[in-house]
């Protein structure tokens, strides 16, 4: 399928690719606004396949409106209730003309629009050297160091040794040698003539990370600044913070644009040579803590 628009970039609303007809919503076109990845590196968000992003939002809904059903859902979609529960169950692929239908159709809050046009992108690219975590895989790889470890191998030195990689990423060898066995055993990465090769370009993470993991991981990330912001220069580093007096209802779409700002800065670090690893976080937070 081939696209009757310019090929430039360009800058439309969701509400105009809602109104496009599927016949010319193509690849290479929601591969041009849907933020793409042109620097293989490793995303820590979650990002996934289109059938399991229309998963993800069936189970969103269902948990907001418990009466919401599969043939609700299914109906919203403009589609047969038994097409829809066999995408749910796996018994059929979501070909490109559907997911373009289905984007099309479905009614949609922008956050709900987003994630799902990022995983018509991601099934449909033809980039499909992609790890998709699972819950299981990132509650054992939940640490940044296994990231950092991915990251290093795109850099100008990559991997020479055990002794230049623990250097690098200023480690323990013992632990360098652990992280690198985690990441064998996942499939992550793989030994070429003596030298660890990453097996993908990207690593994702499922949707269906619980809570309870993903504040491990944050709580690690935290902790690594907190332990060794004192021993990296100000040139070297940059923690920018606003305190602020909002709407919490501002807060979905402020994470959607936070998302979207930190990958188009990553894909920006990404370009060119690479020398080093640096985490890229940005943080928001109430002042106010509930219990």
Known sequence: M????KREP???TLKALKALPYSVVSLYYLEKIIDPFPQPHVVFYPM???????????????????????????????IPSPRMSDYFNGNRKIHIR??????????????????????????????????ILSEQDFRNLYHPVYFAFLSQLETESGYQSDTQMAQALDLELENLISVKNSLLKTNLIKIVNNKIVPNFDRVETT??????????????????IIDHVDHVDIKHRDITKYTIATDHKKI????????????KLADYLESGPKTEVFDLSIQLFPWRISK
């Open 48 to 78: 996934n396949t289109f059938a399991q992003a229309l998963i993800h939002i069936y189970k969103t809904r269902k948990k907001a409106t418990h009466s919401y059903s599969v043939r609700a859902f299914a109906r919203d979609c403009r």
């Open 2 to 5: 081939t696209s009757t628009f």
């Open 98 to 131: 559907a997911a373009s239908a289905i984007l099309k159709n479905l009614p949609m809050q922008e956050n709900e629009l987003q994630i799902l046009s990022e995983g018509f992108t991601h099934s449909f690219s033809r980039d499909k050297k992609v790890y």
């Open 10 to 12: 360009i800058e439309i």
């Open 252 to 263: 979905a779409q402020a994470k959607i644009r936070i998302q979207k700002f930190a990958r």
């Open 207 to 224: 949707f269906e990370i619980s809570n309870d993991d993903i504040r491990r991981a944050q709580k690690a990330s935290l902790q690594r």
